[in-house]
């Protein structure tokens, strides 16, 4: 039996047995294994939670309730600084006709991301989440803040992040996604996203959110000029706050559209392949064992992320909105049937899952 196939074995023998991935032996499968060893490994771990050929979905708009950021990500084209033409804040009345019109098209989960606007207080997103759960109470669920956020607030409000999450709480908020991740290393934020904050403080943050009783997720952005060393790293801190914590209800990776923003130019706008997206999502599903949900991105990928089903996601949803990502290039169809259909022809039976009330 030849090296390859021994090492091959071996890790099939732990995914069988239950057994956690070695970092070694993930970057061993995606320099080694071929698409269909990848696939056969993440349905095997998919297969722990989910059935075979089931697969759920959502529909949801992210709601952008300003543009105004000091962050300066060099992958973003969406925010202005502070005094630049063109910013805005949303007023309650506009963030409810957004709201207003994701009930109308059958959504019911609303995400909101705005990035670190320095003019907005903290009682500006309470205020904004306590008026949205008294006027729909549980007839939508939304996603408050990311954990990059929620960490700009609190800092700007002089209050620890246990403080800043009981005033969410006390607001109507149960989620706070674990989104402003990008990639989870310290080398890539100082390359990119130099004001923003470190491993260690994002994953203080966050866990302070769990202790608080808040839920929250994973998230995951590739395509940038990451190794495959530092996805793996992230891939790994995620798990390891998994298995402290168990707070993470899902996981899930889109990639980077490099149009109109600053390193998108460095990189001569190129895309990574939906085949290199597809392969990532089963090491994530076969690595992240301790995550219940692996989620595909119709968003960055529209219908061949439903492709990714077979590489071991469950999940996704059919977005109507994300003004963030739309700016760098994302497009967004709203026939939502005709993506249903994909996933069927996949074989596969999508389920609505609500969020509200559920992990």
């Known amino acids: 039996m030849n090296t390859l ?28 294994a071929t698409d269909a060893e990848l696939r056969e490994l993440a349905t095997k771990v998919r297969a722990r939670y989910h059935a075979p050929d089931a697969c759920t979905y959502l ?9 105004v950021c000091v962050a300066q990500c060099d992958y973003c084209a969406f925010y202005k600084l502070p005094g630049q033409p063109g910013g805005y804040v949303l007023t309650h009345d506009e963030v409810f006709a957004k709201l207003d019109e994701l009930l109308a098209l059958g959504g019911d989960l609303a995400g909101f991301n705005g990035g670190f606007n320095p003019h907005l207080p903290l009682e500006y997103y309470c205020d904004l989440f306590a008026a949205i759960r008294a006027r729909y109470g549980d007839k939508l669920e939304f996603y408050a803040l990311t954990i990059a956020e929620f960490m700009y607030l609190a800092d700007h409000a002089k209050l620890d992040y246990a403080q800043a999450a009981e005033r969410f709480l006390a607001a109507g908020v149960r989620w706070i996604t674990g989104g402003g991740s990008e990639i989870l290393t310290e080398d890539f934020r100082k390359r990119h996203s130099k004001f923003k904050y470190t491993v260690a403080q994002y994953f203080e943050a966050q866990t302070a ?3 608080a009783g808040l839920k929250t997720t994973a998230t995951m952005v590739i395509g940038f000029d990451e190794t495959i060393e530092e996805r793996i790293e992230h891939l790994d801190r995620t798990r390891q706050f998994q298995d402290q914590t168990n707070g993470l209800a899902s996981f899930l990776c889109w990639t980077f559209k490099p149009y109109f923003t600053a390193l998108g130019n460095q990189l001569g706008g190129i895309e990574i392949s939906t085949g290199e997206y597809l392969r990532h999502l089963a090491l994530s599903r076969i690595f992240l064992d301790n995550v219940p949900r692996i989620r595909t991105s119709v968003l960055t990928q529209n219908a061949r992320a439903l492709e990714g089903l077979l590489y071991g996601a469950d999940d996704f949803d059919l977005p109507i909105e994300d003004e963030v990502t739309q700016k760098a290039g994302a497009t967004i169809d709203l026939k939502f049937d005709e993506m249903l259909d994909v996933a069927r022809q996949l074989g596969f039976t999508p389920t609505y899952r609500h969020v509200a009330g559920s992990q």
């Open 5 to 32: 196939t021994a090492t091959l074995d071996e890790i099939r023998e732990k995914v069988d047995a239950r057994q956690s991935i070695s970092t070694a032996d993930a970057l061993y499968l995606w320099q080694n």
């Open 59 to 67: 529909v949801m708009r992210i709601v952008n309730y300003t543009n």
């Open 209 to 211: 959110l769990v202790k």
